[in-house]
């Protein structure tokens, strides 16, 4: 059977565990359905995620130019803290830039590797936890903006990562702690005009991801360096696909590629 598309982030459902899916123009794919089965990746072209061109993939699925002049890539979706939209000031696209920042947004706290502090948007919540492959997270904030979001992860992650150790995440090196107690220790950290959004509550979500065997140490796939590739696949966890060889996959890494898979 062969699938053939333009790779895009996987798209997910919570669940027991959580369900992904690989989504083309012209079909889907349940990963789940392939656990345990070899398959074989093959690039074939590059088809920018804006433009739809068969340019190089430059960053995030786009080419270099639309890397630099599409609002979706602008520096304020990396670093919140820059959003302007609700002073009125354009970045690229003033129109996009208030629909995506103007909306109620989440900092939280996510166990994947470590502890780490991060921002979404309301309605990416749970997903944005299960793509950076967290098996526990907590709210700590529910704001009106992308900016307030980004101030309040500027002033936490002095005092807690905002990054995840991936290879220790796809491994399974993880360990469980009391998130309830972490989000109350940074409380006093929460700047004073964000405060009145904090969110008092015990409820955690977990999150349980379909691997039948983590890595004991992790190979990552290019597929410009290993056009094509051939494995058994034995899990998903974050955006990545977990092969039975120890090598793993960034689905979100490789957006922007075109790709064939056959499942055997």
């Known amino acids: 059977m062969l699938y053939e598309g333009v790779l895009r982030k996987m798209q997910t459902e919570i669940g027991n565990p959580i369900q992904y899916f690989l989504v083309f123009d012209n079909d889907f794919l349940n990963v789940n359905q392939l656990l345990d089965k070899e398959i074989q990746i093959d690039f074939i072209k590059y088809q920018c995620l804006n433009c739809g061109r068969e340019r190089p993939i430059y960053r995030q699925g786009f080419c270099k130019s639309c890397f630099y002049d599409s609002p979706a890539a602008g520096d304020w979706i990396m670093k919140p803290e820059l959003s302007t939209a609700h002073l009125d000031k354009e970045d690229r696209d003033l129109e996009y830039e208030k629909k995506v920042q103007l909306q109620p947004h989440i900092v939280y706290l996510a166990n994947s590797s470590n502890v780490k502090v991060g921002v979404t948007r309301k309605t990416q919540v749970p997903t944005r936890w299960i793509d950076q492959g967290a098996h526990e997270a907590i709210e700590i904030v529910e704001v009106p903006n992308r900016y307030l979001a980004g101030i309040t992860e500027v002033a936490l992650k002095a005092h ?105």
């Open 160 to 264: 807690v990562s905002d990054k995840t150790s991936w290879q220790k995440m796809l491994t399974n090196r993880i360990e469980d702690v009391n998130l309830v107690d972490w989000r109350n220790k940074l409380k006093p950290n929460v700047p004073d005009k964000v405060l009145d959004y904090f969110i008092d509550s015990n409820s955690e979500t977990h999150m349980d991801f379909p691997v039948l065997q983590y890595p004991e140490k992790v190979k990552s796939l290019n597929l410009e360096r290993t056009p094509s590739y051939r494995g058994v696949l034995k899990g998903i966890k974050g955006q990545y696909l977990i092969f039975e060889d120890n090598t793993v996959f960034n689905v979100r890494g490789s957006e922007g590629y075109y790709v064939g898979i056959g499942v055997n």
